[in-house]
């Protein structure tokens, strides 16, 4: 995969609209629409430093698609990486009721 679909991926992962990315990296939110659409324009090194950034990934992993470390969050589904990203956002005590509930449903 290359930049574009790397960067679809990272984008759908993060829960970001473009144009919270676009504020959050200071990247001209039409510039970032050029990266995802059909031609899949390249930015320039400081915007993709940028982005990768307020992506919390770094410029290696949007352009090759690899990185030391990230060869583990790719083999889960896209369904567990959100469960994953919200469950570390919760409490100690609903973390673990989700836990627990999913353990039950797992059971059944």
Do not use: C
């Amino acid at each position: 995969m290359g930049f574009k679909e790397n960067l679809k991926s990272e984008l759908w992962y993060s829960g970001l609209l473009v144009k919270e990315l676009a504020a959050k990296s200071r990247v001209n939110k039409h510039s970032i629409d050029n990266y995802l659409n059909k031609r899949g324009q390249l930015p320039s090194v400081e915007a993709a430093v940028r982005i990768a950034q307020a992506l919390d990934v770094s410029v290696e992993y949007l352009v090759t698609g690899k990185e030391k470390g990230q060869a583990e969050r790719k083999k889960l589904s896209n369904e567990a990486l959100i469960i994953a990203r919200i469950a570390d956002q919760l409490t100690e005590e609903k973390r673990i009721f989700v836990l627990d509930f999913i353990k039950w449903i797992h059971s059944r």
